[in-house]
């Protein structure tokens, strides 16, 4: 069949959102886990208490809530882009194999950064917080794949240095899903199957020249599996 037109330009639309949604991930976390101003609750200080949901990941000092107000939304802005690409995907089966195929590449990522990835931010809250109360928190970052938080375990008595550090690392589950978008994208600019484009030149071939073709073919294969041994 042949390739829809619509459906190799919403393909690559579909990559390039995958591609931009990293970028606005990145962004939205940059500065996350840490004040980085005057005015915040705890000047140029760490969060002490986190909070991962549906909503995002919003970090807390004394609280407050650092950054802005709604927090950090990336993981339901990828979310609301999932699903967003299902309805029209869904609305595309008629176009073809493939796109039944994105859709249900894009399905999988959905299922798995939802119904996996919200428990793993669920449980990831209570062990970070867990991880921040014993104190002397030295830093709380925050990426699309991973959140890493770091304390100090023992200080010198002398000059105050760090003696002893622990470090503790999350998966982010937001990169679960843009990495699933950008491979529904890729499920729809994936060509052919060779196999598939040789059986169909083969099926256009007069009668006798299919025999003969099908016999080299069958023999090129019997030598493959001589080799093999």
Not at 105 to 119: E, H, K, Q, R, S
Request: proline share 5%.
């Amino acid at each position: 069949m042949r390739r829809s037109r619509l459906l190799t330009v919403w393909a690559s639309l579909t990559v390039l959102a995958a591609l931009l949604l990293w970028g606005v991930t990145f962004l939205d976390l940059l500065f996350a886990g840490q004040s980085v101003s005057e005015v915040d609750p705890c000047p140029y200080q760490p969060a002490d208490h986190v909070a991962y949901d549906l909503q995002g990941l919003r970090f807390f000092c004394d609280g407050q809530l650092l950054g802005p107000g709604s927090g950090n939304p990336s993981y339901p802005i990828v979310l609301g882009a999932l699903a967003l690409n299902v309805l029209v995907l869904w609305l595309m089966q008629a176009r073809g194999r493939q796109a039944r195929q994105m859709l249900r590449v894009n399905l999988w990522t959905l299922a798995i950064t939802l119904a996996l990835g919200w428990p793993v931010l669920e449980v990831g809250e209570r062990v970070q917080n867990a991880f921040l109360a014993r104190g002397d928190v030295m830093t709380v970052q925050a990426g699309p794949a991973l959140i890493y938080s770091r304390r100090c375990e023992e200080r010198a008595e002398e000059n105050g240095l760090c003696l002893r550090q622990s470090g503790l690392l999350w998966p982010n589950p937001t990169a679960w899903g843009i990495a699933g978008l950008a491979l529904t994208g890729l499920a729809g600019l994936r060509r052919e199957c060779p196999e598939r484009g040789r059986a169909a030149a083969l099926a256009a071939l007069p009668g006798g020249f299919q025999s003969c073709a099908s016999a080299l073919r069958a023999a090129l294969r019997a030598v493959k599996r001589r080799e093999k041994w």
